[in-house]
């Protein structure tokens, strides 16, 4: 147990629905990372925080995906209209900030859309 | 961020040290060599980084060419618990997200 904490561990959803995943990072760590993971692939960058603010996103967040971290603490991360394609695992990682050598990872979210 | 090639597999006898190579012939002078590790249906974890040193920790050993254009991952006794998919990875100090490949998955064999 890394102190990254991700719910759900596993969702099931339609084509077509919106759903929404929760972060809670290491509560003193400044920045958190969501990255996608498909079967066989490494870890793909999606957006990161430097506490509230949202400071960079990969082109692989479509419109579709949106996330926040209100307050500087815990993070969503929405999926919108569903798509087969975005059945994937949905990990969180967190450090100090600037200069952290060590990103911490939850255990992630498992998304099947059917 | 340069990028770095391994091979996609590797077995090891348990007990036995671990060797996993990575390319990187494109590296730059600011940018640090690291290792994760993930075992299956976990977040990846740290192992190791190093710059231009070799590094050892608790963990793993890291031995990197004196021109920097490749590095070694050392497991020195490997276990069953170290069955896993070994991912290198190349950043500047001060960057952010890290760019996974596809990594190294190794396993260990009783």
């Known amino acids: 147990d890394t102190g990254v904490s991700q719910d759900p561990r596993h969702k099931i959803t339609k084509r077509g629905q919106n759903v929404t995943f929760r972060c809670d990072p290491i509560?003193?760590?400044?920045?958190l990372y969501w990255y996608r993971q498909t079967l066989g692939q490494g870890p793909e960058f999606l957006t990161y925080f430097q506490n509230e603010a949202q400071l960079e996103k990969s082109r692989l967040l479509s419109d579709r995906f949106s996330a926040e971290r209100p307050k500087g603490s815990f993070s969503t991360l929405e999926i919108q209209r569903t798509e087969q394609g975005d059945s994937a695992m949905y990990l969180c990682?967190?450090?100090?900030?600037?200069?952290?050598?060590?990103?911490?990872f939850g255990p992630g979210t498992r998304l099947t859309v059917t | 961020d340069a990028k770095t090639t391994q091979p996609p597999s590797m077995d090891c006898a348990e007990g036995r040290a671990a060797n996993l190579p990575c390319n990187h012939s494109?590296?730059?002078?600011?940018?640090?060599v690291y290792w994760y590790r993930q075992i299956h249906s976990q977040g990846p974890q740290y192992i190791i980084h190093g710059l231009k040193n070799n590094e050892t920790n608790e963990m793993a050993s890291l031995i990197i060419t004196e021109d920097r254009k490749s590095s070694t991952l050392i497991l020195p006794h490997a276990t069953l618990r170290d069955t896993a998919v070994y991912y290198c990875?190349?950043?500047?100090?001060?960057?952010?997200?890290?760019?996974f490949g596809t990594g190294t998955s190794l396993t260990v064999i009783p």
């Open positions: 509560s003193e760590h400044n920045r």
């Open positions: 990682a967190s450090d100090l900030g600037p200069g952290s050598y060590e990103q911490y």
């Open positions: 494109t590296i730059s002078g600011n940018e640090y």
């Open positions: 990875i190349v950043r500047v100090a001060a960057g952010n997200q890290f760019y």
